[in-house]
């Protein structure tokens, strides 16, 4: 632990990115440590100065040189805080510094009041170095807590071994009423004051140390979970955490959903002999198009599928208007790609366009795999003919396409189509068995 002190954290010990937030975390909380030590020296001050006095004592009281001296040092330490991060042996030396002062402040009582050294040794003053224990704590590095008790620690021993060797053996007593009732040293009451101090500082720095070692775990999961939310979808998430016991193979809800499935027509050609990068750019780019549009609508991508997409309505997370949501979140994507379409045409006729299909109904939201890796999925009907739909558009020569059932239960949620769409009667759709009613989206 001590090799931290002089030396900065191993950037292994931790992900980069945690490591930069905990360099930032410390850089803010010493400017915090600045500010509230420039308060509590500054109340200190405001104490002193009305408090009443001795006359006699004024004169020769070294509280407000060293409590000026202290706040002249804060202001440096906060200056130099907000200018670059400071130096473990810079935080070391102003830690000793710290209680460096308030002894020689504890020290100077005697000297003010002209009283044995042993006089000093009583002043409550003391339990000022419990706020700079404290203080240390808002770092989470408990190696600076520790430090600061042991260093409070020997400096209350220097201060009576002091006292002794200047007001004699005889200034040491065993009796407690003559401690209390003059300016003898009882060694049991220093001993007394010496162990709180380690012992508090230990036991701060071991609650810092376990709160620090949860804030780390809490933050690699945090950063973890960033990075798995980017390949899954929230309300996928959602449903994940969300569930009281955990999440086992073959698990599912029975929904009522709405499915779009999109293809890219040409893509196979458009791929052959170029760059892959270039290919791979090209579907980016797409989906930096489809995918707000479907999320703005309350859907999800539920799988990329090669050049292809599979959204759903209502499937992860239920809705009440899951076909209106799927079919306006169709055509505004047909809308929105005509412009990715001709900036993707090139000089040798090929030209990539995007078809889809929409169809609602009941479906199933389900977890499949093992038990090393699930996945959400969903299973149903209006799953299928939605991908048969999609391939049709070929067939009728159209862009996008859904059924009439869709469109009915649609407009009952209140759906209105931007333009009179076209129906199409008794289509026989491969796969499909029985003619279908469709409808023309685009």
């Known amino acids: 632990m001590l090799n931290g002190l002089f030396v900065p954290r191993p950037a292994g010990a931790v992900p980069p990115r945690i490591l930069a937030d905990i360099l930032r975390f410390d850089a803010d909380s010493e400017r915090l440590t600045g500010w509230v030590q420039f308060a509590v020296a500054a109340f200190i001050l405001g104490l002193y100065l009305i408090a009443p006095k001795p006359v006699d004592s004024m004169s020769r009281s070294l509280v407000p040189l060293g409590l000026g001296i202290y706040l002249g040092l804060t202001l440096l330490r906060l200056y130099l805080s907000y200018r670059a991060s400071l130096p473990k042996l ?130 690699r999961e945090q950063v973890e979970r960033a990075e798995i939310r980017r390949f899954l979808p929230a309300p996928v998430e959602a449903a994940i955490t969300g569930s009281q016991d955990a999440v086992v193979a073959g698990e599912g809800v029975l929904r009522n959903a709405a499915i779009i499935v999109l293809d890219i027509r040409g893509f196979s050609a458009f791929a052959a002999g170029r760059d892959p990068k270039a290919v791979v750019a090209t579907l980016v780019s797409l989906h930096a198009i489809v995918v707000p549009i479907v999320e703005k609508h309350g859907g999800m991508i539920d799988k990329y599928l090669g050049d292809g997409m599979l959204a759903t309505f209502g499937a992860a997370r239920e809705s009440e208007m899951p076909a209106a949501d799927a079919l306006t979140a169709l055509f505004e994507i047909v809308e929105a790609t005509r412009d990715w379409s001709e900036d993707n045409a090139d000089g040798s006729g090929v030209r990539l366009a995007l078809n889809g299909a929409a169809v609602a109904g009941r479906i199933i939201f389900a977890a499949l795999g093992d038990a090393a890796r699930l996945e959400y999925t969903v299973i149903g009907e209006a799953v299928n003919l939605a991908a048969k739909l999609e391939k049709h558009n070929k067939t009728e020569g159209t862009t996008a396409l859904t059924t009439a059932t869709t469109l009915e239960a649609a407009i009952l949620q209140g759906y209105r189509p931007p333009r009179p769409l076209a129906r199409l009667a008794d289509r026989r759709v491969a796969g499909a068995g029985e003619p279908l009613a469709l409808v023309v989206v685009a």
């Not at 810079?90 to 002894?103: E, K, T």
């Not at 003053?125 to 770092?139: D, E, M, N, P, S």
């Not at 401690?179 to 720095?205: H, N, P, Q, W």
């Open 90 to 219: 810079f935080l070391f030396a102003s830690l000793v510094a710290d209680v460096a002062l308030l002894y020689a402040l504890i020290w100077s009582f005697h000297f003010q009041y002209g009283q044995p050294q042993a006089f000093s040794l009583k002043a409550p003053t003391l339990l000022y170095v419990f706020v700079f224990i404290a203080l240390r704590a808002l770092r989470f590095d408990p190696i600076w807590v520790l430090l600061t008790g042991l260093v409070a620690a020997l400096g209350w021993v220097l201060m009576v071994i002091h006292a002794i060797a200047e007001d004699g053996t005889g200034a040491v007593t065993r009796s407690f009423v003559d401690y209390i009732d003059g300016t003898r040293i009882l060694i049991g009451a220093e001993v007394d004051k010496i162990v709180v101090m380690v012992a508090v500082s230990a036991i701060l720095a071991i609650a810092v140390a376990r709160a620090q070692k949860l804030v780390l775990r809490t933050a």
